[in-house]
């Protein structure tokens, strides 16, 4: 299975060598893709005109720009559990889109005061971690913290930022998948 990798500005570029798909410059032919249930892909499909990419079965408003030789198609993926192909619309070659579930949210599982804040958190790179805080919990408003250092080690983040001013306030992680 192929995994979702960045490009330079699409997650998947989309060729057709020949009478199959190659993405992201790769050579396997027709990879079965596996992607993040919830998550947005764009794919940068550069193909032959008699090669054009559509995206099966997809809900309606799901996929934006399907079935092009040239351009961006943006694939919204529901957030059941429902397998999806691709094909070329005119010699029906292609594959599967498997659809996981997302990582589980990162929790804190420590946190040291000094003159800044060390958080420890649970949780993989597949997450962009905002710590924030709030003086009062009675409302909605939370401002985000300064981060200084980010690191990832053995399912660990390390997350240095700024301290909150004042003496009592609640310090939460927003969480976002990358």
């Avoid at 990798?5 to 396997?28: E, I």
Wanted: aromatic letters at 10%; one cysteine or more.
């Amino acid at each position: 299975m192929m995994r979702a990798q960045p490009a330079t500005s699409a997650d998947f570029t989309v060729a057709s060598p020949g009478f199959y798909y190659t993405f992201n410059g790769g050579s396997a032919q027709n990879p079965v893709l596996s992607l993040v249930r919830g998550k947005t892909y764009t794919f940068a499909i550069n193909t032959s005109s008699i090669h054009p990419f559509e995206i099966l079965d997809a809900p309606t408003g799901s996929v934006a720009s399907n079935n092009i030789s040239a351009g961006t198609l943006i694939f919204s993926v529901p957030t059941n559990a429902v397998n999806y192909r691709y094909i070329c619309s005119i010699h029906l070659f292609g594959s599967t889109i498997v659809t996981v579930p997302p990582p589980p949210p990162p929790t804190i599982v420590g946190l040291t005061v000094r003159t800044n804040l060390l958080l420890f958190s649970t949780g993989t790179n597949a997450w962009n971690l905002q710590p924030q805080y709030s003086t009062n919990l009675g409302q909605t408003n939370w401002s985000a913290l300064t981060v200084t250092s980010n690191l990832v080690a053995n399912g660990t983040n390390e997350l240095i930022c700024g301290k909150p001013p004042g003496k009592a306030v609640f310090i939460r992680l927003k969480a976002t998948l990358k």
